[in-house]
């Protein structure tokens, strides 16, 4: 049986593969992370490899999951060590990542989540919870009072479940024993990341105590962030591929696309690692990089995975060997690219050729599925904030309308096929029964799914948006997603 990757194996690797440059056993922790997925593992952790790697040796990786064990039990036995799979066309590249130090399962014990947090060394809490982690409305961004995670979380102050909760219970100890407090990095796809994680923050403590949140809101720095590295699932067969490579085993390596970026708004109340020094671009205003990438580059990927998905298609990859989605990708960046102020240097041109280039890339095996998953928590900042732009200067809405409708037919959960979609998303009950009450016929469903003030608020009464949505959906329900498609960029 191969032997499991490890310190003690590091050199056992073949040459070429790139492993830390450092001593881990000097390395000490300055960051806690919410939310090991693999997102972080190809992403934040990379970039602080290189930092450890560049002399910043006190800003180790404790990782934390909220819920399953998997990657604990996952990465402990090799000692935290992972390799990120670079996958590109011509072949891949892999590196052995170490920054990650330890990692603990909050749900086993969230009193040591909550005493590492509140940890002196501890300088920054970063999070990838995914969207709907944040327990906010993602149409308003403000924390929900009603959420059952919340709800859970005031009952139990020393014993939280969600990524606010923990936040709260970590600052609140670090308040009550005079330790400064950490810096809060949320690296997700939201709109404003910083802005409203340090809202939903500030309401959670708010409702512990008044003096909590004036405390949290007055020193907690919460920097915004704009994160971008394509990261899908990983697979049993790229778990063997990777074994054959490296002739170790690793029970949970991560798959990734060359490129990466992260725009990182200066702004840290108990200092950072120098992220410069691992190429990483330090702004005041990270809000022109963040709209670009959430209009264009996740707008098109939610397209292209809710009308992919419905045509048959399995990755984003195979859906992009479709001319005509190739071309909706294409017109969904066209649409948004008006609402936005591109960040000084970068040329939308080439930017919008990138991603074409990134979704096309045969290597990377990232589901429709995937990307369809928590869509009541994605559309707010993917597509309605163009929509709403655009209808304000009176611009149509097609493309974007079409992916819409896409997103309804599909969390009707019922494919073309008449099969059953496997829809993940905290609001998926409620479509579903509103799709059923409404039937398969676009001028019930639309509106009945537009009427969702969770996901859309007051647009979903603007009759401009009601009538593309309808038509869209009469389209899908008629023609099915290809033709409709095939229709929308042949004109
Ligand atoms: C994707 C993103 O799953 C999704 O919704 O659109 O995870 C996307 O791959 C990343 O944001 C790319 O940076």
Redesign the pocket.
Known sequence: MTMRLGNANLDRLPAGIRRPVYDRSRVTSGIVHLGLGA?HRAHQAVVIDDCLGAGSSSWGIIGASLRSPETRNALAPQDHLYTVAVRAAEGTAHRIIGALLDSVVARENPAALIERMADPAIRIVSLTVTEKGYCHTPQTGDLDERHPDVVHDLNNIDAPRSAPGFIVAALARRRTLGIPPFTVLCCD?LAANGHTVQRIVTQFAALRSKDLGKWIADTVAFPCTM?????PETTQADREALAAALGLRDAWPVMTEPFTQWVVEDRFCAGRPDLAAAGIELVTDVKPFELM?LRL??AS??AL?YLGYLAGYETIADTMQDPHFARLAARVMEEAAVTLTMPAGTDLAAYRASLLKRFSNPALH?RTW??A??GSQ?LPQ?LLGAIQDRLARNLPIATHALAVAGWMRYVSAIDEQGRAIDVRDPLAAELASLAHEAGPVAERLAPALLGVAKVFGPLGAEPRLREAVTAALGQLYKDGARRAVERLVSV
């Open positions: 997102f796809n994160v971008d590295r394509i990261v990438k580059l996740n990927h939610s995975a990232h995937q990307i998953m928590d994605k993917r």
